[in-house]
């Protein structure tokens, strides 16, 4: 079964815009992680946002937020001010003890 | 550098040959991950090390595939008769043991582009 949705395979935003990226999860397990990764053409993973199943607050980290919904198991990532440089493929991941799995991605396109 | 590395950045093999890829994970780095990247889609787990051990190889497709890490640090991915399918990225990534699930952050290298012809 599939643990990790990402709805949206492309997504345009304007440049300097904020854009939303969707992604559900599916678990039972009280304890996991959920992580964001870009993935530029270059094809390096780079690591973006983290959020804690018990973390009280939505994780920040410069102009990535991450809209964490617990009870919905939704972890959206907001881009605020996008760049031409945000154009890339957008990987949400969940990991639960060793286990990481990864959705299918949202293609980002900022437009000048 | 202190990045994961992988080695070779390219690899074109003919069906059948056997192929073998390389990780060197970040220094100290307990836990292995190796993923196989189709086009267009994201990671797939193959299989995960905590030093030598192997503990997870779920993910492995077949038993045309294997993967080593016997002294605790460098891995390598090993493809037996390669299939076409079989062509794709394959990525490493090393984290710190895992003691907490945020410490499970994965580093992950710049992934060897495999295709058979």
Not at chain 1, 20 to 27: E, G, H, R
Not at chain 1, 32 to 46: A, D, H, R, T
Not at chain 2, 60 to 70: K, M, Q, T, V
Request: hydrophobic letters at 30%; glycine letters at 8%; one cysteine or more.
């Amino acid at each position: 079964a599939q643990k990790i949705t990402q709805t949206q395979p492309g997504m345009f935003v304007q440049e300097k815009e904020a854009v939303t990226l969707d992604c559900t999860y599916d678990t039972s397990d009280p304890s996991y992680g959920l992580f964001w990764y870009k993935q530029p053409s270059s094809g390096e993973m780079i690591f973006l946002i983290y959020q804690g199943s018990y973390d009280q607050q939505n994780a920040t980290e410069g102009r990535y937020s991450l809209n964490f919904q617990k009870a919905r198991k939704s972890a959206n990532l907001v881009i605020s001010a996008s760049q031409l440089g945000d154009s890339a493929m957008y990987f949400c991941a969940m990991r639960e003890e060793e286990d990481m799995r990864f959705g299918a991605g949202t293609r980002l396109t900022v437009k000048p | 550098g202190a990045g994961v590395s992988q080695s070779p950045r390219y690899k074109v093999a003919k069906r059948g040959q056997d192929v073998a890829l390389r990780c060197d994970p970040i220094s100290g780095h307990v836990s292995l991950f190796w993923y196989q990247q189709a086009l267009g889609q994201g990671p797939e787990f193959l299989t995960y090390f905590q030093n030598e051990a192997q503990l997870d190889k779920s993910g492995l497709p077949s038993d045309r595939f294997f993967a080593e890490r016997p002294e605790g640090s460098v891995s390598t991915l090993k493809i037996q008769r390669t299939q076409q399918e079989d062509s794709a990225v394959y990525l490493c990534a090393s984290s710190l043991e895992v003691g907490s699930l945020r410490e499970g952050e994965q580093f992950f290298g710049p992934g060897t582009r495999l295709t058979v012809l």
